[in-house]
């Protein structure tokens, strides 16, 4: 009797440290509109196997800024969201790539070996404001042309995906 005692006792240790770990990963619930849809392998969800963000969510995240211009504003703006390598550990995703999705049904691959070697950003803010869909947003998967003339390229154009809405970690 006391071996089945242990062993209940243990087995139930175990299902109630699952349930801490499960309860640590998950994400809250968002509270607004959802702007973001991120699915495929990542750890963090609080939709189904999904992870789904309001703006304040991102916003809460861990905020960079930088100012640069690009191929399609006139004029250089300061940027501001988290960069995509937090946001994907924050997911705690396992990943080489990543398939971005646009409101107008672009898509882009991006190796996520980019947000490793630049300061990739999912930008929600242009001038301090959120970014309309009209300026491209409201979110921008922006890279810092004028830090790096490489990044002008014609790949790392396609890849700076604006109105986007969903991305899958594959």
């Known amino acids: 009797m006391k071996r089945h005692a242990l062993i209940v006792t243990v087995w139930v240790a175990c299902v109630l440290l699952m349930?801490?770990?499960?309860?640590?990963?998950?994400?809250?619930?968002?509270?607004?509109?959802?702007?973001?849809?991120?699915?495929?392998n990542i750890a963090r969800t609080n939709v189904g196997e999904e992870a789904h963000f309001d703006f304040s969510m991102l916003a809460d995240l861990s905020q960079h800024q930088y100012r640069?211009?690009?191929?399609?504003?006139?004029?250089?703006?300061?940027?501001?969201?988290?960069l995509m390598r937090d946001l994907l550990s924050y997911l705690q995703a396992?990943?080489?790539?990543?398939?971005?999705?646009?409101?107008?049904?672009?898509?882009?691959?991006?190796?996520?070996?980019?947000?490793?070697?630049h300061d990739v950003m999912l930008a929600l803010k242009r001038d301090g404001q959120p970014i309309t869909i009209r300026e491209y947003g409201p979110l921008w998967v922006l890279y810092p042309f004028d830090h790096n003339a490489?990044?002008?390229?014609?790949?790392?154009?396609s890849r700076a995906v604006w109105q986007v809405m969903k991305i899958d970690v594959r």
């Open 68 to 82: 640069t211009g690009t191929p399609w504003t006139r004029q250089p703006h300061e940027y501001s969201g988290p």
């Open 150 to 157: 490489e990044l002008l390229s014609e790949t790392f154009r």
């Open 94 to 117: 396992a990943s080489e790539q990543v398939r971005v999705s646009a409101l107008n049904g672009y898509e882009a691959y991006i190796p996520t070996r980019d947000f490793t070697e």
């Open 19 to 40: 349930s801490v770990a499960n309860v640590a990963h998950a994400l809250s619930a968002p509270e607004g509109r959802v702007i973001l849809k991120i699915s495929g």
